[in-house]
């Protein structure tokens, strides 16, 4: 996906949670990443609200927050089809109904700017695999996003 287009996506989810007085602009990134990779709000909320508590004082600050809600969320599981259509912008809900292996990849490495190495890391697969799948993944969303304009 090009730059233009990851743009967009980003605005995409500003468009969907736009900012909030006394939420930290870390709290939107956990929840949006989350609602990403879960596909459902309530998913999402829990993945958050236990992030949160799982927590410690010393990890405040950093990406300790969005690295636990991410781990937990994936440790959700899939349940289903994305739950999204209709209420997200339609190039946040195309990621949302991606392919699992390829929605995670994506949602990691381009969305959440997360390096190869921590992706592959967290995922248990090779760097070289997630780059390629979230190379899919943006192919994919690239032909959507073609065929939404004809």
Known sequence: MRFREQ???????????PPIP???CVVRQCYLTALMLSGSRRRAERALFEAIELLEPQQIGGDALLTITIQTVLAMGEHGEAQLRGELPEELA?????????????????????????CAE???MSERR?????????????????????
Not at 135 to 145: V, Y
């Open 7 to 17: 743009e967009r996506m980003i605005n995409c989810m500003e468009v969907l949670l």
């Open 130 to 150: 997630v780059d390629e799948m979230a190379s899919q993944a943006a192919t994919c969303l690239a032909g959507l996003h073609q065929l939404a304009t004809i």
């Open 122 to 124: 967290t995922l248990g």
């Open 94 to 118: 195309a990621v949302a109904e991606l392919p699992q292996l390829e929605k995670r990849c994506y949602v990691l490495r381009i969305l959440a700017s997360w390096s190869a190495r921590a």
């Open 22 to 24: 006394n939420v930290p």
